[in-house]
T-cell receptor
Framework: DSGVTQTPKHLITATGQRVTLRCSPR?????VYWYQQSLDQGLQFLIQ???????AKGNILERFSAQQFPDLHSELNLSSLELGDSALYFC??????????????FGPGTRLTVL | DQQVKQNSPSLSVQEGRISILNCDYT??????FLWYKKYPAEGPTFLIS?????DKNEDGRFTVFLNKSAKHLSLHIVPSQPGDSAVYFC?????????????FGKGTKLSVKP
């Protein structure tokens, strides 16, 4: 158990809908990262938050957004869903925000299926 | 353009022997490298890491070697056990101020046969 929790574990929805994925980081971790793993793809970085502020953006679509709350949990919002958004979404957390001692620990993931 | 490459999608090894998983990268600014193990339906589990100032890091049965001039790293598992069967991801990070996102390879599926 990494200490990172994600809910829900599975989510099935229809095209055009909007969903929210939730992540609670490990106790004491200030950074939260979101990654997407599609079929046949490695993990793709989406976005990073550090202590409530956005710090880095990767391959995140404009239909997707995220935020980190004062209690440090984070939510990833996916809207106008398309079939291609079906994927595993992972959250990771780390103590600070990078560097050669800052290891990211991953949650169990949310499997999103868009029908 | 893949910055982190794992060219072997799969590897099969006999129990008790050495498993060697390889990873190549293109960005010379990467300063931290990590290996994660992933079982189906679970999140990646951190295994071992190495800073760019080192060339070797060892933790029990796992050793990571870094060759900066060749932009190559490898994970050695000795001895291999059936429970090591999983997908192994190599990841790299370039620390730029307060950004620390990881760039992952596509993974190598390791099968350890009893």
């Amino acid at each position: 158990d990494s200490g990172v929790t994600q809910t829900p574990k599975h989510l099935i929805t229809a095209t055009g809908q909007r969903v929210t994925l939730r992540c609670s980081p490990r106790s004491g971790d200030l950074s939260v990262y979101w990654y997407q793993q599609s079929l046949d793809q490695g993990l793709q970085f989406l976005i990073q938050y550090y202590n409530g502020e956005e710090r880095a953006k990767g391959n995140i679509l404009e239909r997707f957004s995220a935020q980190q709350f004062p209690d440090l949990h984070s939510e990833l919002n996916l809207s106008s869903l398309e079939l291609g958004d079906s994927a595993l979404y992972f959250c990771a957390s780390s103590v600070i925000a990078g560097g050669d001692t800052d290891t990211q620990y991953f949650g169990p993931g949310t499997r999103l299926t868009v029908l | 353009d893949q910055q982190v490459k794992q060219n072997s999608p799969s590897l099969s090894v006999q129990e008790g022997r050495i498993s060697i998983l390889n990873c190549d990268y293109t960005n010379s600014m990467f300063d931290y490298f990590l290996w994660y193990k992933k079982y189906p339906a679970e999140g990646p589990t951190f295994l071992i890491s190495i800073s760019s100032i080192k060339d070797k890091n060892e933790d029990g049965r796992f050793t990571v070697f870094l060759n900066k001039s060749a932009k190559h790293l490898s994970l050695h598992i000795v001895p291999s056990q059936p429970g090591d069967s999983a997908v192994y991801f190599c990841a790299a990070s370039e620390y730029r101020g307060s950004q620390g996102n990881l760039i992952f390879g596509k993974g190598t599926k390791l099968s350890v046969k009893p």
